[in-house]
């Protein structure tokens, strides 16, 4: 099984002069799924050299624009592009979310009357929610927006967020944190991982190293650089080899990891 990971967009909020906004693309055979969808992502798969039709399914974490934002692109582009072939795409999006993104996306003349290919808007929800021969994505609620608006009674906006795993077919398995209030998130989430793609922008790196130490986790790739890290790879670098006894990965735009 021919698996390959493309890191799109590594930025937290801000994108910085070598980072776009969040996006990851996972290829696993001849099928991609892409989680998040942060500006510009499908420029970015363009220019990768990634086959953005051949996307079944896009997973949306939460509704911030940095994990969001790039999605009507993304489906413009593909349906310009003629080659999709009517292949479906799910769309996974927080609950309170579906209807929004719906009407949000028919407000730029992407809806049913004018595609070629289905859209499929399927709200997330705890547990397995996605699987073929291949490989399944399990959802897991976090508290990045609870944490964020916890004290703002003024907001009114759904404050789901969510992480996935993909588990391949020869048991390998693969976590993506999207965005979270802290390591303890992943409390239950990331034992026995083969990969790891974590945030790494609403912490500090010491404080995520030290909650990793003892845990079952095999490579693990920071990604959703805060701009206060930006540029100072190095540093983080000697803290993960300081608390985890071994090296990490820092992501940048354009790298592809094979698994």
Not at 80 to 86: A, D, E, I, T
Not at 162 to 179: C, I, W
Request: glycine share 6%; net charge positive; with cysteine.
């Amino acid at each position: 099984m021919k698996t390959k990971i493309y890191l799109l967009g590594t930025a937290s909020g801000i994108p910085t002069w070598n980072r776009y906004t969040e996006s990851v693309a996972i290829e696993i055979d001849d099928n991609i799924y892409l989680m998040d969808a942060g500006e510009p992502c499908s420029a970015s798969m363009v220019r990768l050299g990634v086959n953005y039709n051949k996307i079944r399914a896009v997973f949306i974490s939460h509704m911030d624009p940095d994990h969001f934002a790039g999605l009507p692109m993304l489906i413009q582009t593909m349906e310009l592009s003629r080659k999709r072939n009517g292949l479906p795409l799910k769309i996974f999006v927080p609950p309170k979310a579906c209807k929004g993104v719906e009407e949000y996306l028919r407000m730029m003349y992407l809806m049913p009357e004018t595609l070629s290919f289905q859209l499929e808007f399927i709200p997330l929800k705890e547990g397995k929610i996605y699987r073929n021969a291949k490989t399944s994505f399990s959802v897991y609620r976090t508290n990045h927006l609870k944490h964020r608006f916890q004290s703002r009674k003024d907001v009114a906006a759904p404050t789901d967020s969510f992480a996935f795993s993909a588990t391949l077919a020869d048991k390998r398995r693969v976590v993506y944190t999207g965005d979270i209030a802290g390591p303890r998130d992943l409390d239950g989430i990331v034992e026995k991982t083969d990969l790891l793609l974590v945030e790494l922008a609403h912490f500090d790196p010491k404080e995520l190293f030290t909650y990793l130490a003892d845990k079952n986790v095999g490579k693990i790739v920071c990604l959703h650089i805060h701009p206060a890290w930006n540029d100072r790879e190095k540093e983080i670098l000697r803290l993960g080899s300081e608390y985890l006894k071994r090296k990490i990965i820092i992501g940048t735009d354009g790298m592809k990891i094979g698994f």
